[in-house]
C-alpha cells in the first residue's frame, strides 16, 4: 500500500465522532492522484452533462475519462451513446468541445466515421491489401442516460446507474430530475484538487463565511441536518425562504406538501457530480482531475417544467444565474485557499463538525476504491 493510501485507511477506521479532515497526502499526491484515476475515474460511472442538450442526430459533446478521450453524441436512431474520440488510424484526436456533425471526419487524414463509430471512408488506401474497411470502427464506451443525466463509464462490468443510485429517486420521490431542463452550461478549471471541490460543496458549515457576500447570511447552522449517506451517495438540505422564488415550489404544483415546497437538496453521487436541486432549478458541478492541483469543471443550470413554462422563467433565471456566478467566485476563493494551505509543511488535518458528515462519507468512499 501507498503511504497516502494507508493514510487515508488509517483516516477512516476511526468512528465519524473522532474522525478529521483527510490527510494532505491524499490532496498533493502525483502518486495518489494515479491511483484514482485507475480505480475510480476509469471504474465508476462520470457525468457528461444533460441528455436534452444533445437534441438533434449528430449533436455531440467530448471528454477525457482518466485519460481517454471521449465522444459522447445522439445517433441517427436518436440514441445517446459514446465511443473513443481517437482515429483509428494514426491515432489522432477527432472532434473538440461541443457541436453537431453528420460525420466524424479526422482532422489530420480524412478518416470518416458514421455516428455509430464505423468507419464511413479513407481516402486513398485503395492499393493496401489488407485494409478491410468492414472492420474498423470506433471502440464503444459505456454510455446510459440516467434521469436526465449523461452518465459514461470505461469499466464493462460496472452495476447501471440506475441500479447503484436508486437510492436517489427513492429520496427525492417529488421531484424528477428527468423533467428539468439545462439553459445554461460553461466549464472553467480551478486551481485546486478536484476533492476539496467536492467537499466543498458536499457540506454546508462553510455557508456563513465563505459566502458571506451572497447567501451565507440566510444559512442557519443550528438548522442544517446531514443525515447518513449512502455507499453511492451523500446528501443533505436547506429550507429557503422566498428571497429566490425560483427555488420554492411553482405555484401551479400541487405535488409537493409542506417543506417540500421549500426544500433545497444537494446531492453528492460519487465519486464527482454534485446536484444541488430546488423545486424550481437545478445547478450541478461534474469534475474531473487535472493534476493535484487542478480540477477541470462542469456547470450547468435549469429549470423545473413548470417554471420553465412561466411568464418570468428567464426573469427569475437571470437572477438565479447572477447569484450562482456570484457563488462561483466565492467558492473559487475558498477552495484555492485550502489548496494553498494543503502545501504547508505546517498544515494537520483538524477534527470534523458534525455538519461535515458527508465529507467522512467521501473519505470512505474513497477508501473503497483506492486498494489497502
Known amino acids: 500500500m501507498t503511504r ?141 442516460v440516467w434521469q436526465g443525466w449523461i452518465m459514461v463509464t470505461l469499466n464493462p462490468d460496472a452495476p447501471a446507474p440506475a441500479t447503484v ?66 455507499a453511492e451517495f451523500n446528501y443533505h438540505w436547506i429550507l429557503k425562504d422566498d428571497s429566490v422564488p425560483l427555488a420554492l415550489a411553482h405555484p401551479s404544483n400541487t405535488t409537493l406538501q409542506g417543506d417540500d415546497r421549500r426544500k433545497t437538496w444537494l446531492l453528492a453521487i460519487y465519486p464527482s457530480l454534485l446536484i444541488t436541486l430546488t423545486p424550481g432549478y437545478f445547478w450541478y458541478l461534474s469534475l474531473t482531475p487535472d493534476g493535484p492541483g487542478h480540477v477541470n469543471v462542469l456547470f450547468g443550470m435549469g429549470m423545473s417544467a413548470d417554471w420553465l413554462a412561466d411568464p418570468k422563467a428567464a426573469e427569475h433565471l437571470d437572477r438565479v444565474k447572477a447569484l450562482l456566478d456570484k457563488v462561483n467566485v466565492e467558492d473559487k476563493g475558498c477552495t484555492e485557499k485550502v489548496y494553498r494551505g494543503l502545501l504547508s509543511g505546517m498544515a494537520e488535518p483538524g477534527p470534523l463538525s458534525h455538519l461535515e458528515r458527508p465529507n467522512f462519507e467521501f473519505a470512505q468512499y474513497l477508501a473503497s476504491r483506492i486498494p489497502s
Open 165 to 230: 443510485l436508486s437510492g436517489v429517486r427513492d429520496l427525492i420521490p417529488g421531484l424528477d430530475m428527468a423533467t428539468y431542463t439545462e439553459t445554461y452550461r460553461e466549464n472553467f478549471r480551478w486551481a485546486t484538487n478536484w476533492k476539496v471541490l467536492a467537499e466543498n460543496f458536499m457540506e454546508s458549515y462553510h455557508l456563513p463565511m465563505c459566502h458571506s457576500g451572497t447567501i451565507g447570511g440566510a444559512s442557519r447552522l443550528d438548522q442544517m441536518v446531514c443525515p447518513e449517506g449512502t
Open 4 to 144: 497516502p493510501a494507508k493514510e487515508l485507511h488509517d483516516n477512516v477506521s476511526v468512528p465519524f465522532t473522532r474522525a478529521t479532515a483527510m490527510p494532505k497526502s491524499v490532496y498533493t499526491s502525483p502518486e495518489f492522484l494515479a491511483q484514482e484515476e485507475r480505480h475510480i475515474f476509469a471504474q465508476d460511472w462520470i457525468c457528461a452533462g444533460r441528455a436534452e442538450t444533445l437534441p438533434n442526430p449528430g449533436d455531440y459533446l467530448t471528454l477525457t475519462l482518466a485519460g481517454e478521450p471521449v465522444i459522447v453524441l445522439r445517433d441517427r436512431d436518436g440514441q445517446v451513446r459514446a465511443m473513443s474520440n481517437v482515429c483509428r488510424h494514426r491515432m489522432s484526436t477527432l472532434l473538440e468541445g461541443r457541436g453537431n456533425a453528420r460525420s466524424i471526419v479526422c482532422p489530420y487524414h480524412a478518416w470518416t466515421y458514421n455516428l455509430d463509430g464505423s468507419l464511413r471512408a479513407a481516402p486513398a488506401m485503395t492499393l493496401n491489401e489488407g485494409f478491410c474497411k468492414e472492420n474498423i470502427t470506433l471502440p464503444r464506451v459505456r454510455c446510459e
